[in-house]
């Protein structure tokens, strides 16, 4: 089914999905986006333009995760449960449904920064920090596999100056695989 009428303001957002309207009421949306492909809407708010709340929805306007990076809370429905997990410094967050993990890039002030990943049931199932001389930018997916892109010294870089590389990542490990250029 697609999604017609979609549209978003400063405190809500709204669509039509199978015949039915869908409302949902958020506090300084800054931007909203329908990802058809992914099959969820994703909202970001934040007082002044920050961007340090973030909602994941389904089309029918069920919240599957959201994020606060100021106070480090992930949270997310599993079996009828909300389940939440803490992250210092967290910095996003993304639902990986076809892997039943939760990942979350989180930094530690000094300019590391590591992946972690938590089952559905909120149990931790890996973390790992970023390869030597890259750090964790977002996350990302490239044919539908979870990736991370990170960004490579100056001394990572191509023949071209191009240093941004996609990371697949074992989902069982957590162990990081350059695979391609981001862009």
Request: with cysteine; hydrophobic share 35%; charged share 25%.
């Amino acid at each position: 089914m697609e999604i017609i009428d979609f549209s978003w303001d400063l405190e809500s957002a709204g669509w039509t999905y199978e015949g039915k309207e869908v409302h949902v009421a958020l506090s300084n949306i800054n931007f909203a986006n329908l990802d058809a492909e992914e099959n969820y809407i994703y909202i970001v708010c934040g007082e002044n333009f920050s961007e340090n709340n973030i909602h994941y929805l389904t089309f029918d306007g069920k919240e599957i995760l959201a994020y606060d990076k100021t106070s480090g809370s992930i949270t997310w429905e599993y079996d009828g449960n909300i389940i939440e997990v803490q992250c210092e410094h967290l910095e996003n967050a993304r639902l990986y449904t076809m892997e039943s993990l939760i990942m979350a890039i989180a930094a530690d002030g000094q300019g590391n920064t590591k992946l972690i990943g938590w089952r559905l049931d909120g149990t931790l199932a890996f973390e790992t920090a970023a390869p030597p001389e890259y750090k964790l930018s977002y996350l990302s997916s490239v044919d539908k596999k979870p990736t991370v892109v990170c960004e490579g010294s100056p001394a990572q870089s191509d023949k071209y100056g191009r240093n941004t590389w996609h990371f697949s990542i074992d989902t069982a490990t957590g162990e990081l695989i350059k695979s391609e250029l981001a862009h």
